[in-house]
């Protein structure tokens, strides 16, 4: 069971953390672009806003599972 609560604690806050940082990149006009190498210039992310919103949800979502595994393992 705490190995469950760490898994979707971890994937909770990595899809949380996207979604967020693409919700930020939408409202304020940023554009989130990988770093380039070797004379490419990179690859820009695409942002959408049901791309944040679903991966958003679908962090909470397992934040909300690991904190409901970790009273169950109290």
Do not use: H, K, N, Q
Request: glycine content about 14%; aromatic content about 10%.
């Amino acid at each position: 069971m705490r190995v469950l609560r760490f898994v979707l604690l971890a994937l909770g806050i990595a899809l949380a953390g996207t979604g967020a940082l693409a919700l930020f990149s939408l409202a304020t006009g940023w554009e989130i672009r990988t770093r380039g190498y070797a004379g490419s210039p990179g690859i820009a992310v695409p942002v959408e806003a049901d791309f944040a919103l679903v991966f958003l949800g679908i962090g909470l979502t397992c934040l909300g599972l690991a904190w409901l595994v970790g009273r169950r393992l109290r």
